[in-house]
Each structure stands twice: as structure tokens, then as C-alpha cells.
């Protein structure tokens, strides 16, 4: 079974514009989480969608935007980069959502670098 | 809000030695999972082992063991028989009961393994 997959792997933008990142959950997954990982601040959570809703977001601003589609698949959106954007952005699928009793799957992530 | 702190951001330890990581985390939930996260340099985040708050028992995968003291909020990970592959960044994370979708990161331990 594939793993989850997220493209692309590295990203370079420039400060103003915005950034699309996709991410495609293991089959038969119904979640797809996003997380920022910065040396600074670690790993935070951005949000977490399950058959196309959102169900839980992250304190972030709201420059930071995602979607998911009915296959599962998700983006998120970053517009208007700012420098503190970069980061590593990893998308986590699971069966159902819930991390205690239906396990986060990692993807390897996209790095994202704003110049 | 929950907290994981993992005070040590860095460790090593001799091929085939035992090694003990540390987290603590803060909570005044009383159902709630905790984790532990492996992160190569590949950058996927990779589950070892996980823990029910509800259960007494410490969990075990192989060589992976962990020392849950529900009161003392502290949850470290003993890693024996130390592997050359298990060099890699160490994250503890938490999660509320079933039906939480996020995880909450330590900053975490940077491992090394010494030949």
C-alpha cells in the first residue's frame, strides 16, 4: 500500500506571493491533518479535514487555508508568504481522524524556503 | 493547554547500550494518548510507540519500551539494543481522548548512535 504522499518536495517562493502544497492520504483514509515544523517553534498543528470538512484548526492566521477533495486528497494554501513561513509542511493521514486510536501516517513533507 | 517538554535536546548513546529519553506533559484531562515519534533524515515522522492514558500497563514494541507515571505526567522511552538506525530526531506527543485530531509536539531529542 502507498504511503502518503506529498508533492512537491521542496518549494522556493518569494515574500508577497501564495503557495498551493498537496498532499494524497493512504487509501482508505478519510483524514488528512497538516503540520508546520520550524526550528523555532517545532511542530504545530494547522488543521485537520475529514470527508471535506474542516473539523479542527490550529492558531494560525488566516493566510493559511486547505481544502480537502472527495478522494480524500488535500491542499493547503499559503497566500501572501512571509519570510516566517518557511518550514518543513507535513500532512498526516488516518482512518478516521481522532490520534489516540487511529494512528497519524506521516508523509515526507514539503519544505518550503520564502525569499 | 496541554504541554509536552522533552528536556533533553540532545543525547547519544554506544551501539547495542540501553538509552532513556525524557518527556513530561501537562494536562487536567484524565483520557488522553501519548506518543512517541521517530524522524529520520527523510523527514517522515514515523510512530514507535504509543500509550493509553487509561491503561496501567507500560507499552512495548520490540525494543522500544516506555515508563508511563500517570501522576508524575512523565512518559520516557527506553530504546535497547541500540541500532545504528535508530540515530534520528525522537518527538513526544500528546493527544486528547479518541476523537481529538491533533497531537501536541515536544521540541524534541536529537539521538545519535555511536559505532
Known amino acids: 500500500k502507498a504511503g502518503v504522499t506529498q508533492t512537491p518536495r521542496y518549494l522556493i517562493k518569494t515574500r508577497g506571493q501564495q503557495v498551493t502544497l498537496s498532499c494524497s492520504p493512504i487509501?482508505?483514509?478519510?483524514?488528512v491533518s497538516w503540520y508546520q515544523q520550524t526550528p523555532g517553534q517545532g511542530l504545530q498543528f494547522l488543521f485537520e479535514?475529514?470527508?471535506?470538512?474542516?473539523?479542527n484548526k490550529g492558531n494560525f492566521p488566516g493566510r493559511f487555508s486547505g481544502r480537502q477533495f472527495s478522494n480524500s486528497r488535500s491542499e493547503m494554501n499559503v497566500s501572501t508568504l512571509e519570510l516566517g513561513d518557511s518550514a518543513l509542511y507535513l500532512c498526516?493521514?488516518?482512518?478516521?481522524?481522532?490520534?489516540?486510536?487511529?494512528?497519524?501516517?506521516f508523509g515526507n513533507g514539503t519544505r518550503l524556503t520564502v525569499t | 493547554a496541554q504541554t509536552v517538554t522533552q528536556s533533553q535536546p540532545e543525547m547519544s548513546v554506544q551501539e547495542a547500550e540501553t538509552v532513556t529519553l525524557s518527556c513530561t506533559y501537562d494536562?487536567?484531562?484524565?483520557?488522553?494518548?501519548l506518543f512517541w515519534y521517530k524522524q529520520p533524515p527523510s523527514r517522515q515522522m514515523i510512530l514507535v510507540i504509543r500509550?493509553?492514558?487509561?491503561?496501567?500497563q507500560n507499552a512495548t514494541e520490540n525494543r522500544f519500551s516506555v515508563n508511563f507515571q500517570k501522576a508524575a505526567k512523565s512518559f520516557s522511552l527506553k530504546i535497547s539494543d541500540s541500532q545504528l538506525g535508530d540515530a534520528a530526531m525522537y518527538f513526544c506527543a500528546y493527544s486528547l481522548g479518541a476523537g481529538s485530531y491533533q497531537l501536541t509536539f515536544g521540541k524534541g531529542t536529537k539521538l545519535s548512535v555511536i559505532p
Open positions: 498526516a493521514s488516518s482512518l478516521w481522524g481522532g490520534a489516540g486510536n487511529s494512528p497519524l501516517h
Open positions: 500509550q493509553e492514558a487509561y491503561k496501567q
Open positions: 487509501s482508505g483514509h478519510r483524514s
Open positions: 479535514y475529514f470527508s471535506e470538512t474542516q473539523r
Open positions: 494536562t487536567s484531562e484524565s483520557d488522553y494518548y
